[in-house]
């Protein structure tokens, strides 16, 4: 079965620090994966998503994300963190055979931001 | 940009009650999604629909019932509240034409007492 697994429950960074968020999926074929952002309160907004092609892929709010097939991940990145990335960010992958056209998610990471 | 709309952002019920959650889009998708979403648990998916009189049950569609009847409005229905489903739901919007990933809408946190 599909899955999608983000080993970080929650993490802390300092503003303007680097930030990697981690995602594994298990999955049987090309994957279609998305990252998604919470702020509290509000339903999700989508970051970036990768189809195929270039493996790395750049989204909104100066996020990216890298695919990598031989380690079945793809890991959000930023290279400076603002105090209002503060959220919850969830990765997902596209369900395939039954679940075709449906999104299976990790169970979110929650960024905190120091000052 | 498509606008997906939760009818209430915050409700509470009694234990018993027949709810209804409403979700309306307003760019013809085709595929619409209900989700629930609780604190460690993420999201999971209690119905979807892929098109209008359709439903197909998610991961845990138990206590739960859906419908469909026009393209643009997805309703999620309580039979008879529980304690247990007190949570945030989450309805989601896509089209089958392009993949632009799920669009989601504000959501409804529902308290059931």
Request: aromatic content about 14%; charged content about 20%.
């Amino acid at each position: 079965a599909q899955s999608v697994t983000q080993p970080d429950i929650h993490i802390t960074v300092s503003e303007g620090a680097s930030l990697e968020l981690r995602c594994n999926y298990s999955y049987g074929a090309t994957p279609y994966l998305f990252w998604y952002v919470q702020s509290p309160g509000q339903g999700l907004q989508l970051l970036l998503k990768y189809f195929s092609g270039d493996t790395l892929v750049q989204g909104i709010k100066g996020f990216e994300a890298e695919f990598k097939r031989s380690q079945s991940s793809f890991n959000l990145r930023k290279p400076s963190v603002h105090w209002s990335d503060a959220a919850e960010y969830f990765c997902a992958v596209e369900g395939y055979g039954g679940s075709q056209g449906n999104l299976i998610f990790g169970k979110g990471t929650k960024l905190s931001v120091k000052p | 940009d498509v606008k997906v709309t939760q009818s209430s952002r915050y409700l509470v019920k009694r234990t018993g009650e027949k709810v209804f959650l409403e979700c309306v889009q307003d760019m013809d998708h085709e595929n619409m999604f209900w989700y629930r979403q609780d604190p460690g648990l993420g999201l999971r998916l209690i119905y979807f629909s892929y098109d209008v009189k359709m439903k197909e049950k998610g991961d845990i569609p138990e206590g739960y019932s859906v419908s469909r009847e026009k393209k643009e409005r997805f309703s999620l229905i309580l039979e008879s509240a529980s304690t247990n489903q007190t949570s945030m739901y989450l309805c989601a919007t896509r089209t089958r034409v392009t993949n632009y990933g799920y669009t989601f809408g504000s959501g409804t946190r529902l308290t059931v007492v």
